[in-house]
T-cell receptor, first 112, second 109 residues
Framework: DGGITQSPKYLFRKEGQNVTLSCEQN?????MYWYRQDPGQGLRLIYY???????QKGDIAEGYSVSREKKESFPLTVTSAQKNPTAFYLC???????????FGDGTRLSIL | QKEVEQDPGPLSVPEGAIVSLNCTYS??????FMWYRQYSRKGPELLMY????GNKEDGRFTAQVDKSSKYISLFIRDSQPSDSATYLC?????????FGTGTSLTVIP
């Protein structure tokens, strides 16, 4: 089954803890993206990567980090510096450029 | 001013109705225009995408782009209860994507 796979579906973070959200794709897409979705605010771009070993900050990168060691994988770490991490996190992939993105089914992060 | 404006609704229609969903935008550089459907607790699913102006039809769905008015629409004919979801418009220029906040649609049997 081809697509974007995010795990886990639900994640809980304790105060002061870093957590990592997984995103894997088997679509051979060059570009991968992380978005945060909050009610009434739409999708906000956290980080994106156009190629392996390279990534750029999006609009709300503070408190987050990413890596792109393999084309298939683009994990997102929510660090303790992110003071309001409760949200629905979406990973997307696309052909580099302006072609439409395809999304995973998201990870819902909550604070314990 | 936001790059993309979308009426959040909620929109409630009877089964079989024609639904019209709309977005306006301010950046004339946008070239690709997309509509996504998002069910609760799921990721957005690409429904339609068009390049530049014009219409595109796929089954019960029609996407329209009017670049002169900076206005895009998605029409759903013969709406079904399974169409109940949030619909997001999206646009791109270069490597940047911009999303609307979504319109919540409920189709009542």
């Amino acid at each position: 089954d081809g697509g974007i796979t995010q795990s886990p579906k639900y994640l809980f973070r304790k105060e002061g803890q870093n957590v990592t959200l997984s995103c894997e794709q088997n679509l051979n897409h060059d570009a991968m993206y992380w978005y945060r979705q909050d009610p009434g605010q739409g999708l906000r771009l956290i980080y994106y990567s156009q190629i392996v070993n390279d990534f750029q900050k999006g609009d709300i990168a503070e408190g987050y980090s990413v890596s792109r060691e393999k084309k298939e994988s683009f994990p997102l770490t929510v660090t303790s510096a992110q003071k309001n991490p409760t949200a629905f996190y979406l990973c997307a992939g696309g052909i580099r450029g302006t072609q439409p993105q395809h999304f995973g089914d998201g990870t819902r992060l909550s604070i314990l | 001013q936001k790059e993309v404006e979308q009426d959040p609704g909620p929109l409630s229609v009877p089964e079989g109705a024609i639904v019209s969903l709309n977005c306006t935008y301010s950046n004339s550089a946008f070239q690709y225009f997309m509509w996504y459907r998002q069910y609760s607790r799921k990721g957005p699913e690409l429904l339609m995408y068009t390049y530049s102006s014009g219409n595109k039809e796929d089954g019960r769905f029609t996407a329209q782009v009017d670049k002169s008015s900076k206005y895009i629409s998605l029409f759903i004919r013969d709406s079904q209860p399974s169409d109940s979801a949030t619909y997001l418009c999206a646009m791109s220029a270069g490597n940047q994507f911009y999303f609307g906040t979504g319109t919540s649609l409920t189709v009542i049997p």
